[in-house]
């Protein structure tokens, strides 16, 4: 059975610190692995990972994949209370273009 | 360009009656996807059509039926609602050999 399992579920960091949110996987026939940002309404894409090893930045967000070990990372940088936000990471399979979704990490910034 | 749009926002049914979640999108993309969205549960993907003419069922389907009237635009049908489908619904598309999804802002379902 394909699952994608984000850990840890919430987070709770003062405005600054850094986190590193974390994304493991098991699926067939593996794709891309995609992390978006959800405020309370739909979600936005921040990145997408088809490479092992190749780091994507955005300003003080980066994330990296590790196709060997099934997982990805998304760090987050000098955190502001505007990162507060459920972060979920999908996998997207060859098989009719199907996107499997994670439970999201909720990562409150607090001032 | 609206992107994904979806209707209604907010819908509040009692057991057993039947509704239609629409959805549609001004981007020309092949595949389309409905998705609920629980508590602590993530996404869970209902159904998708990865191409005009094509639906498939994903993780959650039953109790939902889709149709995908057109390239445009792509239906969620619950024919009999129970509590159990009070959810937030989301659809959201893909270019073609795209992976990067677009969503609509969603639907706020209750059910009674």
């Known amino acids: 059975e394909d699952k994608v399992v984000q850990s840890p579920l919430s987070l709770v960091v003062h405005e600054g610190d850094t986190v590193t949110l974390n994304c493991s996987y098991e699926?067939?026939?593996?794709?891309?692995l995609l992390w978006y940002k959800q405020e309370k309404k739909a979600p936005t894409f921040l990145f997408m990972l088809t490479s092992s090893g190749i780091e994507k930045k955005s300003g003080r967000l980066s994330s990296i994949l590790d196709k060997k070990e099934l997982f990805s990372i998304l760090n987050i940088t000098a955190t502001q209370t505007g990162d507060s936000a459920v972060y979920l990471c999908?996998?997207?399979?060859?098989?009719?273009?199907?996107?499997?979704f994670g439970t999201g990490t909720s990562l409150t910034v607090i001032p | 360009n609206a992107g994904v749009t979806q209707t209604p926002k907010f819908q509040v049914l009692k057991t057993g009656q039947s509704m239609t979640l629409q959805c549609a999108q001004d981007?020309?993309?092949?595949?389309m996807y409905w998705y609920r969205q629980d508590p602590g549960m993530g996404l869970r993907l209902i159904y998708y059509?990865?191409?005009?003419?094509?639906?498939d069922k994903g993780e959650v389907p039953n109790g939902y039926n889709v149709s995908r009237l057109n390239k445009r635009e792509f239906s969620l049908r619950l024919e009999s609602a129970a509590p159990s489908q009070t959810s937030v619904y989301f659809c959201?598309?893909?270019?073609?050999?795209?992976?990067?999804?677009?969503f609509g802002p969603g639907t706020r379902l209750t059910v009674l």
């Open positions: 999908a996998v997207g399979l060859n098989t009719g273009n199907q996107f499997y």
């Open positions: 059509s990865a191409s005009e003419g094509t639906t």
């Open positions: 699926v067939t026939n593996f794709r891309s």
């Open positions: 959201a598309s893909t270019r073609p050999l795209g992976d990067t999804q677009y």
């Open positions: 981007m020309n993309h092949n595949s």
